[in-house]
């Protein structure tokens, strides 16, 4: 069993490029079904972080290919996926 404060900690890579995401900012659950929908990992900061930030990207429990000790491994075709709802 994992703990959603566990999945918190651990850092999220895409297994298409190699590239590290960030760490996990928010997860979106559905309570009547009691599954996670989706991970939500804070947007890349826009040049140098002066202008803020990207919008989070939201990768859907679909896409997530495997959950070891350390790492997320997610599979991401794009760095913008569409928003959640």
């Known amino acids: 069993m994992v703990r959603i404060s566990d999945l918190k900690l651990r850092e999220v890579v895409n297994v298409l490029d190699g590239?590290?995401?960030g760490v996990i900012n928010?997860?979106?659950?559905d309570i009547e079904e009691g599954k996670?929908?989706?991970?939500?990992?804070?947007?890349?900061?826009r040049l140098l972080g002066l202008f803020?930030?990207?919008?989070?990207?939201?990768?859907?429990?679909?896409?997530i290919k495997k959950i070891g000790v350390d790492v997320i491994l997610v599979e991401v075709y794009t760095t913008t996926e569409p928003k959640h709802k």
């Open 19 to 21: 590239k590290r995401m």
């Open 26 to 29: 928010d997860i979106d659950v």
């Open 36 to 45: 996670i929908k989706a991970l939500i990992v804070p947007g890349t900061p």
């Open 52 to 63: 803020g930030k990207n919008d989070d990207l939201v990768i859907p429990w679909e896409r």
